[in-house]
Each structure stands twice: as C-alpha cells, then as structure tokens.
T-cell receptor, first 110, second 114 residues
Framework: SQQGEEDPQALSIQEGENATMNCSYKTSINNLQWYRQNSGRGLVHLILIRSNEREKHSGRLRVTLDTSKKSSSLLITASRAADTASYFCAPPGGYNKLIFGAGTRLAVHP | NAGVTQTPKFRVLKTGQSMTLLCAQDMNHEYMYWYRQDPGMGLRLIHYSVGEGTTAKGEVPDGYNVSRLKKQNFLLGLESAAPSQTSVYFC?????????????FGPGTRLTVT
C-alpha cells in the first residue's frame, strides 16, 4: 500500500537542538502531508508539500520532498519541550484519503 | 467554529454489545473519514464518505458500518463489539481539492471492549 514509513521510530534530543525525521513512500504522488499528534490527542496538520516543490517552510519547520527518491524529510529547528509529540507523514490515496505510517516519536528534554 | 467534534469521548462495552460513534463538523466539508489508532501505531482508515448519502470502505472496514445521512454528520457503528475493536477512534473531515488538502481531526473516542 502507499503508506508513509517514518524513520527513525523514536528520537530523543535536548531543547535547542534540531530534529530531523524522514519519510519514504512507494508510488508517485502529487503531494505529501505531515501531521503532529500530541499524546492522546487528535492529529494536527503541519504542512503540505506538492510534487513540484522541493522545499517548504513554516515557522521552525522545514520540509523537503525528493520525488526521484520517493522520500521527504521534516526538520524542526531550535526544538522546544512543547514539540514533544509523534510526527506522521501521509502520502495521499484517492479522495484525499491519507495513508499513515507508525510515525516518529519525538521527545525533547528541557 | 467547533471544527470536528466526536461523541462520546470514552466508552466501555462488553463483548457483543453495539454502539454508535457520532462525528460532527461545522466546516461544510464534503469528505469525512473514520480512523482507528492502536497503541504505538499510526491511524488506519476504516470507512470514508465523499458526500452526503455516500460511503466507502477503507483499509480495515470489517466489523464496522457507517452512515452519512447529513453532510455535517458521519456515524460509525459497531454491531457486535469484539475485544479486537478496543482502540482510539478518530474522525476527520476535508474539502475536495485537486492536489490534496489537509484533514481536520476530532479529539478522538477511546473505546474499550471487555
């Protein structure tokens, strides 16, 4: 199936450090989305990058997309304790369906 | 705007009981989705709807039924609950857009089947 696969599964860093998460997918896409989930809560949309974009920024987030390698990365700069969450990439299915992987669990320590 | 709301927030069922989870959205979105999330895993799509009166199966539809009688509501039913359906259920909605668009998620319903 077309689910995104995140790497690493878990990441532990100190406040102020950068966090990089990677995503791979299997088939051609026209966009890819990233979501955050705080423990026990619903998912929150972070960013959507289209296939004709190589990089996109939103605040402290930077997302890249390499369609030739079928991969994407999410960089969070100057991380804060509040960034502690699970992060999911989601390539699309039809009808705006999203196919989620298991996510990357990020822990940011004060 | 309330966004996407889910009722109830928590529920405990005995094996074989039935229940209905309600999802409501006030954003006039065409598309709605039901997911389940098991511990340490991502979300898996159960059923979805692309408009009032239409529903379709997702990745894990067995044991669930859905209805979309009104555009703003999407109901998920469990006719005979099983322990394997213990999970957190999330509803989401979005509007149709070529090239993708974000989904808005509800806060989830935590269901335990004993």
């Amino acid at each position: 199936s077309q689910q995104g696969e995140e790497d690493p599964q878990a990441l532990s860093i100190q406040e102020g450090e950068n966090a990089t998460m990677n995503c791979s997918y299997k088939t051609s896409i026209n966009n890819l989305q990233w979501y955050r989930q705080n423990s026990g809560r619903g998912l929150v949309h972070l960013i959507l990058i289209r296939s004709n974009e190589r990089e996109k920024h939103s605040g402290r987030l930077r997302v890249t997309l390499d369609t030739s390698k079928k991969s994407s990365s999410l960089l969070i700069t100057a991380s804060r304790a509040a960034d502690t969450a699970s992060y999911f990439c989601a390539p699309p299915g039809g009808y705006n369906k999203l196919i989620f992987g298991a996510g990357t669990r990020l822990a940011v320590h004060p | 705007n309330a966004g996407v709301t889910q009722t109830p927030k928590f529920r405990v069922l005995k094996t074989g009981q039935s229940m209905t989870l309600l999802c409501a959205q006030d954003m006039n979105h065409e598309y709605m989705y039901w997911y389940r999330q098991d511990p340490g895993m991502g979300l898996r799509l159960i059923h979805y709807s692309v408009g009032e009166g239409t529903t379709a199966k997702g990745e894990v539809p067995d044991g669930y039924n859905v209805s979309r009688l009104k555009k703003q509501n999407f109901l998920l039913g469990l006719e005979s609950a099983a322990p394997s359906q213990t999970s957190v259920y999330f509803c989401a909605s979005s509007y149709p857009r070529t090239g993708g668009t974000e989904q808005y998620f509800g806060p989830g319903t935590r269901l335990t089947v004993t």
